[in-house]
Structure formats: C-alpha cells, structure tokens
C-alpha cells in the first residue's frame, strides 16, 4: 500500500529547504533525532554512558590536534586501555598512574538523491537519516568500545573458554559473574560484575531454562527474571534483568560473537566516557539534489582492565 503520510512527510521536508531559517531548523530537528538514534542503538552507551563536557574542560594532546581529558587512576597497580585514531583506532595499554581520553570524531558518508526521488520514496526523511548517519556513527562507536574491551581482557586474562557449553545456561551465567566476583584483592580494585552485554540471539536462550515458565515466560525461581515483567530504569535505559545483572543486548553479531558473554561491572568503576553532545546534521541543496551527512565527538577509555571479562562457548548450530 502506498504511504501517502511518508511522502507528505518528504514534501514538507524539501520544502522546509527552500528557506534559510527552515533549512537551520530541519538540521536542529535532525540532530536531536540523529542524537536519539545514537544513544538508543549503542551497546557502548548503555553499558558505558556518555558524560557530557564542554572543549574548556579538556587538554590539548601534543601528538595531534585532539583534544583529551587526562584521569588518574583509582588503582595504580591496574593497566588501562585508551583508544586512537591516528589513522586507525589503535588500541594501547596505559600503566602509568594517569591515563588520557582522547577525543575524535566519527563522521558519516555524505548521501544525496534528487528531489524527484525523494518525493516518490515511501518512507519518511527520517528513516533515511537512522539508516544512513546513525547507523553508520553508532556502529563505528561499539566497534571501537568492543575493540578496547578485547584488548583490556588480553591484558587481564578475564576470559572463560567453555567448549562443551553451547548456550547460556545458568550455570554459565554463574562461571561469567565469578570472572569478576570471585577475583578478591586486598587493595580494593576488582570490582563486582553488574552488566551483561551479548547477541540477542545469545539471551533468547534463557526461555528454555527449566526455572522459566514456558508459557508466560516469568521466572518461576527467586533471583531469577525472564526480563518480560520486571522493567528496570538507569540512565535513562530500560533494561531487562537476569539473575541481578542489567543485560544489554545487540543484533551486531559482527562485533559481539553468538558464542561469546560480556560481563562489566558499574560504569563508574570501568572506565569513562565523555562527549560534547554536539552531534551535528547537515543538509545541503544545490538545484534538484540534496546531500546530508552527520558527524559527532566523543572519547572513550577502560580504566580497570581487571573491569571487564567474557566466557567463550562452544559454536551451536545457530551460529555460523
């Protein structure tokens, strides 16, 4: 069926385009929408959010024309990961009692198409933008949080390789806390586990465990939540629950693996993430063609590589 709404929607899109302050104003609609698509979809701004700070709170990095913010660490006898973009994220191991948040900014392809063909689309402007601009600065954001979580777990050594199990079960989600839990320390810097972070796919698993009602799909058991009734808020997220800890789940299965669990603890003892909240959309009409594109900073570094850990599972028969 043709969507006459979608298209009405395109048209009082390009003809916002033919006045100056009309177009300012589409560009701010489009970065607050754009902005919203970003936080909602990232799997590194839920279990990391962003703490926004002004250029003035910042130092300047003498290597580039980044700017950083430089932490000292809570614990000094832990290594830290930090991310660069010098020409490719790199990823580096800090042992140092400070460690630097180094700011960059991750912009999208410039898309274009004519008026002609927008006025024909059947679906609104918007959908454009979420697939074209926020896809694109989301997806590279967790690339580059799960490229440092790796890297953190190297240095560590918090990874569980569990062969013989081929989904979560309870008694992996038991053996993935412990990673973190049972790791004790007099001097206070190993931290309890608090998220989650794995395959949608990976989390359905949790409907065939004999202590969750198959029909209603309600835990039958203390402690232990299918996520369907219980809703939990923080940050601004709604998060579903499972045995106490907070799951964050992605369809990404190119940067989270079906067969692989992350566990973190609070975001506040992991690590930081900053950013200017200055996610920008920007359009551009020359004659009958239009051209947008989007771009936003941010900085992102693990703290406490003792932070963070994950269990590998055999390969199933639902994972390639």
Known sequence: MFDFHATQ??????????SEEMRKEAEQKGAEFLRMQIYEDSFMERIMPAQ?????????????????????KEFTDVKATTATFRGKADYEYVET??????????????????????MSMRMPVQNLIRQHIAYHIRKKMDEVF????????ADSGNVLTLSNEKRITPEVLVA????????GGDNGSYRQ???LLMTRAQFNNIYTWIQTNSQSGVATMPGITSG????????????????????????????VKHNEIYVFTEPEQLGHHFTFNDDKFSIEKRHDE???????SFGAAIGNNLACGKVVLGQDSYVD
């Open 9 to 18: 929607l395109n048209e009082v899109f390009l003809e916002a385009l033919g």
């Open 52 to 72: 926004t700070i002004s250029p003035q709170m910042c130092d300047r990095d003498i290597h580039s024309p980044n700017l950083q913010v430089v932490i000292d």
């Open 97 to 118: 009692e400070r460690y630097a948040v180094q700011f960059h900014k991750i912009e999208s392809p410039e898309y274009g198409l004519y008026e002609g063909e927008l």
């Open 146 to 153: 799960i490229g440092m979580v790796n890297k953190a777990i």
């Open 176 to 183: 993935l806390r412990n990673i973190l839990d049972a790791q």
């Open 193 to 195: 586990a608090a998220t």
């Open 228 to 255: 369907l009734t219980t809703d939990f808020w923080r940050d601004g997220y709604k998060y579903e629950m499972l045995n106490g800890l907070r799951v964050v789940t992605s369809v990404k299965s190119d940067l």
């Open 290 to 296: 239009i051209k947008w594109k989007g771009y936003r």
